[in-house]
């Protein structure tokens, strides 16, 4: 079967807000003063052998599973593409409007706005599966160790995790009289899936970066690197080329600010000239390129809020304004509302040899390698913030060392309960594997 059994089909619609929104990223709502760059959908289909698989990403901090089953559910209705072989990965751009109550702040969503991000992510895809036509595919990768860190450091003096946008409490040699290095890795790999037509002209690429879209600070929506990524390869491979990017598992993995007003742009340049030259230097896929999609929802505990310890929320220096007792401390209590089982989608798809499977919140990067490690494919990437948002997911390491990410609120899962969802994706990766030898 020759390569022109693939096809591909690539949609690029705005989502930017209009101005005066609260925008989300910070424990506190900011009003949004205007727009830096777009806030965009970028989304692509891929068929092979009568299956389809649809990945959307969506330059938005998160979106709740309440908001995207049902646009899933119209996709799947309007293109004939299964439920279950639908990504929708949000970027995680922390310059961005707020997309769901009581996760970190009240009464600041805009219903108006978030209605018509559902109907404009459903006609991305509609758009996408009409545009679909015969590609070859190619993969890349890059090693990008340059603009990143482990954002969790350990404290000598009570053997616990700082957070390193903490600098009151990292600086104040009383509060910290030593630091004993990083707690944990990072993933260095950037992966890209380049698609060309037949005459050999880039249609669009894929990209995968295990990195915190939180690059810059400002009151003015952008996308972040993701976006200028998007932009250079536009530049650069055409102007009708579309970037589809989804976030890996980088829960605990910051990109490195720098100082000075512009210092972000040095990180997210050199993500973009990575992400070219892993596409330039992209091996095809073998023939023919399979691709199928595979979901289970699952239902894992809540965390219980009596297993934070009595100083957690107060032994963290937000920006030198203590713990954050008045925003944390209410979370004990709101978490009690919330069912002590809670069901997630977790999902696993492949086109040939290159795997991805789903997390529906923010992972630390440890599982990320777990997956890695323990997926059967050649190469597999994990999509973050994928079809729901949950929080973040610590390892068991992390929830001993305390750290901001393993306060009640930041995390709404228990430790048990991230442990299955993560090996509910590689039990996916291996029953996709298992299928494509078939």
Same mark, same amino acid.
């Given at each position: 079967?020759?390569?022109?059994?693939?096809?591909?089909?690539?949609?690029?619609?705005?989502?930017?807000?209009?101005?005066?929104?609260?925008?989300?990223?910070?424990?506190?709502?900011?009003?949004?003063?205007?727009?830096?760059?777009?806030?965009?959908?970028?989304?692509?289909?891929?068929?092979?052998?009568?299956?389809?698989?649809?990945?959307?990403?969506?330059?938005?901090?998160?979106?709740?599973?309440?908001?995207?089953?049902?646009?899933?559910?119209?996709?799947?209705?309007?293109?004939?593409?299964?439920?279950?072989?639908?990504?929708?990965?949000?970027?995680?751009?922390?310059?961005?409007?707020?997309?769901?109550?009581?996760?970190?702040?009240?009464?600041?969503?805009?219903?108006?706005?978030?209605?018509?991000?559902?109907?404009?992510?459903?006609?991305?895809?509609?758009?996408?599966?009409?545009?679909?036509?015969?590609?070859?595919?190619?993969?890349?990768?890059?090693?990008?160790?340059?603009?990143?860190?482990?954002?969790?450091?350990?404290?000598?003096?009570?053997?616990?995790?700082?957070?390193?946008?903490?600098?009151?409490?990292?600086?104040?040699?009383?509060?910290?009289?030593?630091?004993?290095?990083?707690?944990?890795?990072?993933?260095?790999?950037?992966?890209?899936?380049?698609?060309?037509?037949?005459?050999?002209?880039?249609?669009?690429?894929?990209?995968?970066?295990?990195?915190?879209?939180?690059?810059?600070?400002?009151?003015?929506?952008?996308?972040?690197?993701?976006?200028?990524?998007?932009?250079?390869?536009?530049?650069?491979?055409?102007?009708?080329?579309?970037?589809?990017?989804?976030?890996?598992?980088?829960?605990?993995?910051?990109?490195?600010?720098?100082?000075?007003?512009?210092?972000?742009?040095?990180?997210?340049?050199?993500?973009?000239?990575?992400?070219?030259?892993?596409?330039?230097?992209?091996?095809?896929?073998?023939?023919?390129?399979?691709?199928? &999609?595979? #979901?289970? $929802?699952?239902?894992? /505990?809540?965390?219980?809020?009596?297993?934070?310890? %009595? =100083?957690? +929320?107060?032994?963290?220096?937000?920006?030198?304004? &203590?713990? #954050?007792? $008045?925003?944390?401390? /209410?979370?004990?209590?709101?978490?009690?509302?919330? %069912? =002590?089982? +809670?069901?997630?989608?977790?999902?696993?798809?492949?086109?040939?040899?290159?795997?991805?499977?789903?997390?529906?919140?923010?992972?630390?990067?440890?599982?990320?390698?777990? +997956?890695?490690?323990?997926?059967?494919?050649?190469?597999?990437?994990?999509?973050?913030?994928?079809?729901?948002?949950?929080?973040?997911?610590?390892?068991?390491?992390?929830?001993?060392?305390?750290?901001?990410?393993?306060?009640?609120?930041?995390?709404?899962?228990?430790?048990?309960?991230?442990?299955?969802?993560?090996?509910?994706?590689?039990?996916?990766?291996?029953?996709?594997?298992?299928?494509?030898?078939?």
């Amino acid at each position: 079967m020759s390569a022109a059994s693939l096809q591909v089909g690539f949609s690029l619609i705005d989502i930017t807000p209009p101005t005066g929104l609260y925008m989300c990223g910070s424990l506190d709502p900011r009003t949004n003063e205007g727009t830096l760059d777009p806030l965009q959908v970028r989304t692509m289909v891929v068929a092979s052998q009568g299956r389809k698989i649809a990945i959307v990403g969506v330059d938005l901090i998160s979106l709740p599973r309440s908001f995207v089953d049902p646009v899933i559910a119209a996709i799947a209705s309007q293109t004939g593409i299964s439920a279950d072989a639908i990504l929708i990965s949000c970027s995680h751009t922390h310059n961005g409007p707020y997309t769901q109550e009581r996760h970190y702040s009240h009464s600041v969503i805009d219903a108006e706005y978030l209605e018509s991000v559902a109907a404009r992510l459903i006609d991305g895809v509609v758009k996408a599966d009409a545009a679909l036509q015969h590609a070859t595919a190619h993969i890349g990768r890059a090693l990008v160790h340059h603009g990143q860190h482990q954002r969790r450091v350990l404290s000598k003096k009570d053997g616990k995790a700082l957070n390193t946008w903490m600098p009151a409490a990292l600086n104040d040699l009383d509060v910290t009289p030593q630091i004993l290095g990083s707690v944990g890795p990072i993933d260095p790999e950037l992966w890209v899936l380049r698609f060309d037509d037949l005459a050999g002209s880039p249609l669009g690429i894929f990209f995968n970066y295990s990195v915190h879209a939180n690059a810059r600070g400002t009151l003015l929506w952008s996308a972040d690197y993701p976006g200028v990524v998007a932009s250079r390869v536009r530049a650069t491979l055409g102007d009708n080329v579309i970037t589809v990017y989804a976030p890996g598992a980088c829960a605990d993995v910051n990109p490195v600010r720098g100082s000075g007003d512009n210092a972000w742009q040095e990180v997210a340049d050199n993500i973009a000239e990575q992400t070219l030259d892993a596409a330039h230097r992209a091996q095809p896929l073998p023939t023919p390129v399979v691709v199928n &999609g595979i #979901r289970r $929802d699952i239902s894992v /505990p809540r965390r219980d809020p009596a297993t934070q310890p %009595p =100083e957690a +929320i107060e032994r963290l220096n937000w920006g030198g304004k &203590g713990g #954050r007792s $008045d925003h944390f401390g /209410p979370h004990l209590q709101h978490i009690l509302t919330l %069912p =002590e089982m +809670i069901n997630v989608p977790v999902s696993a798809l492949h086109i040939g040899p290159f795997a991805i499977a789903s997390n529906p919140g923010e992972l630390f990067v440890e599982y990320g390698l777990q +997956i890695k490690t323990e997926s059967p494919f050649p190469h597999t990437v994990v999509a973050e913030l994928t079809n729901d948002s949950i929080a973040y997911q610590p390892t068991r390491r992390a929830f001993e060392l305390q750290g901001y990410e393993t306060l009640v609120g930041a995390n709404v899962i228990s430790v048990e309960g991230i442990e299955t969802i993560v090996d509910t994706a590689s039990a996916l990766l291996s029953e996709l594997w298992q299928a494509a030898q078939e």
